[in-house]
Nanobody, 118 residues
Framework: QVQLVESGGGLVQAGDSLRLSCAASGRTFNIFEMGWFRQAPGKEREFVARITWSGGMPYYTDSVKGRFTISRNNAKNTVYLQMNSLKPEDTAVYYC???????????WGQGTQVTVSS
């Protein structure tokens, strides 16, 4: 099993920055790719960004391109989401997730709240 723990959320103003962290533990050698997702009140969970555990290859949803950066530190088993120029519409619970090479996102963290005020 893999355990994921997010941190770094909070309440900020529009235009501010936050960095989310996702620490992985357990059978991390099973992980092929890590992703960040978010869920706003009354909306479905949506994909934000992903990165392969070993090779990088970051990918973003259009609404965050140029503002968010996903990165990973393999030595620390941690994935980050640097969020700049935050907007009120970025308000959501942010989740990190991991998947194996052959499956979907099977491992999920508990989520961290990000609130952006206008």
């Amino acid at each position: 099993q893999v355990q994921l723990v997010e941190s770094g959320g909070g309440l900020v103003q529009a235009g501010d920055s936050l960095r989310l962290s996702c620490a992985a533990s357990g059978r991390t050698f099973n992980i092929f790719e890590m992703g960040w997702f978010r869920q706003a009140p009354g909306k479905e969970r949506e994909f934000v960004a992903r990165i392969t555990w070993s090779g990088g290859m970051p990918y973003y949803t259009d609404s965050v391109k140029g503002r968010f950066t996903i990165s990973r530190n393999n030595a620390k088993n941690t994935v980050y989401l640097q969020m700049n120029s935050l907007k009120p519409e970025d308000t959501a619970v942010y989740y990190c997730a991991g998947r194996t090479a052959s499956g979907g996102y099977a491992y999920w963290g508990q989520g961290t709240q990000v609130t952006v005020s206008s």
